[in-house]
């Protein structure tokens, strides 16, 4: 059964780069056809589609976000990678990663990580 | 980007009540619908996908209906573990995008 997880800093200054890791285990992000992704959820309110990485390494992500985001694989770590630049208070969230197959249904999700910017 | 509207945004429901909440999509999006339960602190939980296909796992009181832009979810007989709140999601295209929420609560 594959598991995520996510880990990074809790609190970003704003204008600085949020990072964000999402570690793999009971499977390997290199096999299979999956879309690796980053989706946030703002405190009470509802989620936010960052964007996803493909085994093969190609992207997409969402075009509100375009040009601050960088989702990355790290084969060797069996990890993925979220890098949002520029944050300001408004990117404050619960960030998930999850594992999505070809029909863009998410199966398997990490448990989420707070990241507040804050100053 | 394709718009996902789903009502009601809060339901009050009793214990062994049938439920349908409406999701409605901008354009058609064929059976790229699928339904998630998120519970408070928890990520979202995949229920249906594919408009009507049931996740392996859930309970068989959970169904989707629908297709094109109109689609549904029904709880045939609630227990008290499905107060929660639920989302749908188009994968037609991207961006892909969610409901805004429908909270279900105890009455």
């Known amino acids: 059964q594959v598991q995520l997880q996510e880990s990074g800093p809790g609190l970003v200054k704003p204008s600085q780069t949020l990072t964000l890791t999402c570690s793999v285990s009971?499977?390997?992000?290199?096999?299979?056809?999956?879309?690796w992704s980053w989706i946030r959820q703002p405190a009470g309110k509802g989620l936010e589609w960052i964007g996803h990485?493909?085994?093969?390494?190609?992207?997409n992500y969402n075009p509100s976000l375009k040009s601050r985001v960088t989702i990355s694989l790290d084969m060797s770590k069996n990890q993925f990678s979220l890098k949002l630049t520029s944050v300001t208070a408004a990117d404050t969230a619960v960030y998930y990663c999850?594992?999505?197959?070809?029909?863009?249904?998410?199966?398997?999700w990490g448990q989420g990580t707070l990241v507040t910017v804050s100053s | 980007d394709i718009q996902m509207t789903q009502s009601p945004s809060s339901l009050s429901a009793s214990v062994g009540d049938r439920v349908t909440i409406t999701c409605r999509a901008s354009?058609?999006?064929?059976?790229?619908l699928h339904w998630y339960q998120q519970k408070p602190g928890k990520a979202p939980n995949l229920l249906i996908y594919?408009?009507?296909s049931l996740q392996s796992g859930v309970p068989s009181r959970f169904s989707g209906s629908g297709s094109g832009t109109d689609f549904t979810l029904t709880v045939s007989s609630l227990q008290p573990e499905d107060f929660a709140t639920y989302y749908c999601?188009?994968?037609?295209?991207?961006?892909?995008?969610f409901g805004q929420g429908t909270n279900l609560e105890i009455k």
């Open positions: 354009q058609s999006i064929s059976i790229y």
């Open positions: 009971g499977g390997s992000i290199s096999r299979g056809s999956y879309y």
């Open positions: 594919a408009a009507s």
């Open positions: 999850a594992r999505g197959g070809d029909s863009g249904v998410w199966r398997q």
């Open positions: 999601q188009q994968s037609y295209s991207t961006p892909y995008t």
């Open positions: 990485i493909y085994t093969s390494g190609s992207t």
